[in-house]
């Protein structure tokens, strides 16, 4: 089980991006079962959660991006999506998802970059 990630780019502070990944070789069942969820590595940083939606499009969101980011998801194709609104330069940074607890392999992953 592979999430293949896309949509990354660079955009100006203020700008919007919408990411999307497909989580390759899952059947439907396996991934409806999982809360998934988008992750980001800055510079320098750790790895950290930034949103997380469960089968019935439950949702969270770290402070950071509560009210610019949504996530939602795409059951019956196995994809995820996360739209960014008003970025800004503090959100560049690798962009992954995976389920809420990182137990998928964890794929290459989408640049985003906000100059500052």
């Known amino acids: 089980v592979q999430p293949v990630e896309s949509g990354g780019g660079l955009v100006q502070a203020g700008g919007s991006l919408r990411l999307s990944c497909r989580v390759s070789?899952?059947?439907?069942?396996?991934?409806?079962?999982?809360?998934m969820g988008w992750y980001r590595q800055a510079p320098g940083k750790q790895r950290e959660l930034v949103a997380t939606i469960t089968r019935l499009s439950s949702t969270n969101y770290a402070d950071s991006v509560k009210g610019r980011f949504t996530i939602s998801r795409d059951n019956a194709n196995k994809k995820v999506h996360l739209q960014m609104y008003n970025l800004k330069p503090e959100d560049t940074g690798v962009y992954y998802c995976n389920d809420d607890i990182g137990e998928l392999s964890w794929g290459q992953g989408t640049q985003v970059t906000v100059p500052s």
């Open positions: 070789g899952a059947i439907t069942s396996f991934f409806n079962s999982k809360v």
